[in-house]
């Protein structure tokens, strides 16, 4: 293990290049620093990846040559689909590896809430985009941050963030403070999958406190189904894909449910297929398309977005390691990281920050699985 002194250094170090990264995500949208963004992501990766060399003598060797072949294949990867989303979700997961969880929620609370509370006040200073959609008759706002969805969904994770370090003393006080954020999500924003996932989550956290539900949970078939969930709602995905594709009212229902969600997976599959190592695919977003005056192009379902952007072997790399972490944390007795995960999965249905570590900070708890990778004090 690190020396105090050596400890202390490498946590300053982690939650430096952390906070950068955030800094690099939510700050696009402010006109004076948004041209040297790509900078500072760059920097925070190039920190982690120093931490994780750093790190490198405190690796076990079978266990260094696994992470070795992980980092080789996100490379890989990168390299064939130009994006590095993926890469860097495992240069952080084996970088974070040691640290205490509910510290790192702590401080991804205070630093998330920051940062947007920054971005907010920019916008008040006329120093930011301000992104306005439509959706049918709605009017939706963004207020500085890159897209109204970032604004709702960075509300929804902050309140989660804070159930989940207040879990041991969870009650319906507590949950009942998410109807004020359904308020303003619904009359500013609009985000729809924020709202659902959030509901979820809280009912789902309230159930565990009942000791019938918490059976379940903890029952044969309901640890098969949330360990496998991730594959169960790819399946679900590809149902709901064959029933659009079919014209049936279940599929034409369920894609306008989902904002077209469906036939834009169908779209995409039609030019790019799905490959081993994935491929380089156009996303435009909303509010470049805006810009350009084109149609945007938005894969938004994790499932498809990772079997046809990253390929067949890292999709099934994240099933691995999705399915140890819940089981890791299921004989942990951690009820509501389990629940957590399971949540996830269902938003994976509709949003992409299933993989997307900026945007969702739970998934350094993979790193729990790579632990016992450390050396013992010698």
């Known amino acids: 293990m690190l020396k105090n002194n050596e400890s202390k250094v490498y946590n300053k170090c982690f939650y430096f290049a952390y906070f950068l990264l955030l800094i690099s995500t939510y700050c696009l949208s402010i006109n004076v620093i948004n041209n040297i963004l790509t900078y500072v992501k760059l920097f925070s990766i190039s920190l ?8 490198i003598k405190r690796i076990k060797k079978r266990a260094f040559f696994v992470e070795l072949l992980l980092l080789a294949l996100s490379f890989a990867v990168s390299i064939i689909s130009h994006s590095y989303t993926l890469l860097f979700l495992m240069i952080i ?3 974070f590896k040691g640290f205490d969880l509910d510290d790192f929620i702590k401080k991804d609370i205070k630093y998330r809430s920051i940062i947007s509370i920054f971005v907010f006040l920019c916008f008040l200073l006329g120093i930011t985009k301000n992104t306005v959609f439509y959706r049918y008759d709605l009017v939706r706002y963004s207020f500085g941050f890159p897209h109204p969805n970032m604004l709702a969904y960075t509300i929804v994770i902050i309140f989660l963030e804070y159930l989940y370090i207040s879990r041991k003393k969870i009650n319906i006080i507590k949950v009942l403070l998410c109807v004020p954020i359904i308020i303003i999500n619904s ?3 609009n985000n729809r999958s924020s709202i659902l996932f959030m509901v979820l989550t809280c009912l789902l956290f309230l159930f565990l406190k009942n000791n019938s539900f918490k059976k379940i949970v903890e029952s044969k078939i309901g640890k098969f189904i949330i360990k496998n969930s ?4 790819s399946i679900l995905s590809l149902l709901l894909l064959y029933e659009y594709m ?15 969600r469906i036939s834009s997976i169908l779209k995409f599959l039609n030019e790019y297929g799905i490959s081993i190592f994935g491929k380089n695919i156009l996303l435009i977003g909303s509010e470049e398309a805006l810009e350009l005056g084109v149609t945007a192009r938005i894969l938004d379902n994790s499932y498809f977005h990772i079997l046809i952007h990253f390929g067949f072997v890292m999709y099934m790399v994240l099933f691995v390691l999705f399915r140890k972490t819940i089981d890791y944390f299921y004989k942990k007795n951690e009820l509501y990281v389990v629940i957590l995960f399971f949540s996830f999965f269902i938003l994976g249905l509709s949003e992409s920050y299933l993989f997307k ?10 790193s729990v699985i790579f632990n016992s990778s450390i050396k013992n004090d010698e």
């Not at 991730?230 to 709602?233: A, E, G, H, P, T």
């Not at 079919?246 to 077209?260: A, H, P, R, T």
């Not at 570590?357 to 993979?366: G, Q, S």
Request: charged share 5%.
């Open 48 to 55: 982690f990846l120093m931490l994780f060399l750093y790190n």
């Open 93 to 95: 997961v084996f970088a």
């Open 187 to 189: 009359i500013i924003v």
């Open 230 to 233: 991730y594959l169960i709602f």
């Open 246 to 260: 079919k014209q049936s009212e279940i599929g034409l229902f369920f894609n306008q449910l989902l904002s077209s």
């Open 357 to 366: 570590i900026e945007m969702n900070a739970f998934l350094v708890f993979i």
